[in-house]
């Protein structure tokens, strides 16, 4: 119970925060947005990147599902995530030590790089329609306060560079979007800013996680 009260303090106050920025943007317009917020230069980081695109794929698509996709994040994101990796503040044997020999800089520049790619996308269908009144409408749950789409955008391409700390998440790994989830859920990943991610995937059952992040990998 006072998990949802705090859920419920943390979402209003996320929710004034976007009533001040740009409304939600539609899709086409969440393609031109620019994912490059930071200072780093793309043109480096694309020489820095050449490890991180052996598992992450050629532009940052990777091939493999549980390898995520960079290719169009935000840099602010893919920035926190490293400096998190860093600190051990979100634990991945490969992660900890990839983010360990790099400067801010190195970090900046490719995180540069991968938000500069054209966004990464799914194979565009699914039949499964309950993932997309979860993420729309927080399914049949009353509980969700604010469903996905409030931070994460239309079809989970991000709302604008104010929201930067919110991933882009349409069109990435399914496997890899259902490993963090039950992550958030079992408190084994507690990185994001307030465990806002841990309090709203509480809710969700394991069907439930399968049926937004197929909704989600197809986008
Ligand atoms: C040997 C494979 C491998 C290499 C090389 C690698 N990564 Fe990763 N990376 C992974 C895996 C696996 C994950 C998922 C970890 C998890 O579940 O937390 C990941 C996660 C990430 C994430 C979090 C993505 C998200 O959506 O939250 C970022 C950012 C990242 N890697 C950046 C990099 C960068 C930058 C480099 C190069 C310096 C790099 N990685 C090199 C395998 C690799
Ligand atoms: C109040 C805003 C908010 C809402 C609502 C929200 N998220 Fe998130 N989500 C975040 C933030 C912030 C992060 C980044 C956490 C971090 O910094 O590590 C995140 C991270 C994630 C990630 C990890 C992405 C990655 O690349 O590792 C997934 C998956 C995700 N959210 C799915 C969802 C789903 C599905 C819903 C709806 C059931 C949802 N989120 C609702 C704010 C939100």
Redesign the pocket.
């Known amino acids: 119970m006072t998990h949802i009260k705090t859920c419920i303090i943390n979402?209003l106050t996320?929710a004034a925060l976007l009533i001040v920025s740009p409304a939600f943007s539609a899709s086409d317009d969440a393609k031109k947005l620019n994912r490059h917020t930071g200072s780093g230069d793309p043109v480096a980081g694309k020489a820095k990147s050449q490890i991180c695109q052996g598992c992450h794929g050629v532009n940052g698509n990777s091939l493999d599902e549980f390898m995520?996709k960079l290719a169009g994040q935000y840099d602010e994101?893919i920035i926190?995530?490293m400096k998190?990796y860093l600190a051990g503040i979100r634990s991945h044997e490969i992660m900890n030590g990839m983010a360990s020999p790099l400067s801010d800089q190195d970090i900046a520049d490719i995180g540069a790089y991968f938000s500069k790619q054209e966004i990464m996308k799914g194979r565009g269908w699914t039949n499964d329609e309950r993932g997309v009144e979860?993420?729309t409408k927080g399914g049949d749950r009353s509980k969700?306060v604010?469903?996905?789409l409030?931070?994460?955008g239309e079809r989970g391409k991000g709302l604008d560079q104010s929201t930067a700390?919110?991933?882009v998440?349409g069109g990435?790994h399914k496997a890899y979007?259902v490993k963090?989830?039950v992550d958030f859920r079992e408190d084994d990943r507690l990185?994001?800013?307030n465990t806002?991610?841990n309090k709203?995937?509480r809710s969700?059952s394991d069907k439930d996680i399968e049926a937004?992040s197929e909704y989600l990998s197809v986008q």
């Open positions: 979402c996320l995520p994101y926190k995530q998190n979860i993420y969700m604010m469903t996905c409030h931070c994460h700390m919110y991933p998440i990435q979007l963090q989830m990185n994001s800013p806002i991610m709203i995937v969700l937004v």
